[in-house]
T-cell receptor, first 113, second 112 residues
């Protein structure tokens, strides 16, 4: 199906474990973004990518690693999860032309215990 | 990207127009104003954007002041389904750094 999908939708992990959140889009959009949203707060940009193999830090990058070997995929890795990383994570993609509308995934709810 | 300031919350009666203000006094000449909304637990949804002219689409209208230091999103006939957090964002169009930075937004509560 066309669109942007995140997996898993829900994840519980233990402190100190590595966990990877997946994001896949089918539009071949150049830009992809990762956000976190904590209860009662707005979205904060973690990392973004302008194209395959081009990534840059956002507002809150510490504790996260990203890669983008293929245009359609933009995985987010927590190398050693901490309780403060419990959050809802949203992935988005956007093209370089048109109105730059960003399309968001359904979110991944991550709980670190 | 320029910062934006929005009221934390607003109420609106169902069927009436909802006018959501946004201040972006440090906006630069090549930055566009974008509006998104986020309905509970879902990913944000694009609404509209503009540079300096007023814009209208099937969802809303965007009014930008002449000095571009503020704007207003208008939902002409608010419904209960318009209850959401509305984010005003300023963003360089097509620039090398194409970040999309969200502020805290305005929680619009449409009342029956």
């Amino acid at each position: 199906d066309a669109g942007i999908t995140q997996s898993p939708r829900y994840k519980i992990t233990e402190t100190g474990r590595q966990v990877t959140l997946m994001c896949h889009q089918t539009w071949s959009h150049s830009y992809m973004f990762w956000y976190r949203q904590d209860l009662g707060h707005g979205l904060r940009l973690i990392y973004y990518s302008a194209a395959a193999d081009i990534t840059d830090k956002g507002e809150v990058p510490d504790g996260y690693v990203v890669s983008r070997s293929k245009t359609e995929n933009f995985p987010l890795t927590l190398e050693s999860a901490t309780r403060s990383q419990t959050s809802v994570y949203f992935c988005a993609s956007s093209d370089t032309g048109g109105n730059l509308e960003a399309f968001f995934g359904q979110g991944t709810r991550l709980t670190v215990v | 990207d320029a910062k934006t300031t929005q009221p934390p919350s607003m109420d609106c009666a169902e069927g009436r127009a909802a006018n959501l203000p946004c201040n972006h006094s440090t906006i630069s000449g090549n930055e566009y104003v974008y509006w998104y909304r986020q309905i509970h637990s879902q990913g944000p949804q694009y609404i509209i954007h503009g540079l300096k002219n007023n814009e209208t689409n099937e969802m809303a209208s965007l009014i930008i002041t002449e000095d571009r230091k503020s704007s207003t999103l208008i939902l002409p006939h608010a419904t209960l389904r318009d209850t959401a957090v509305y984010y005003c964002i300023v963003r360089i169009y097509g620039g090398a750094t194409n970040k999309l930075i969200f502020g805290t937004g305005t929680l619009l509560a449409v009342q029956p």
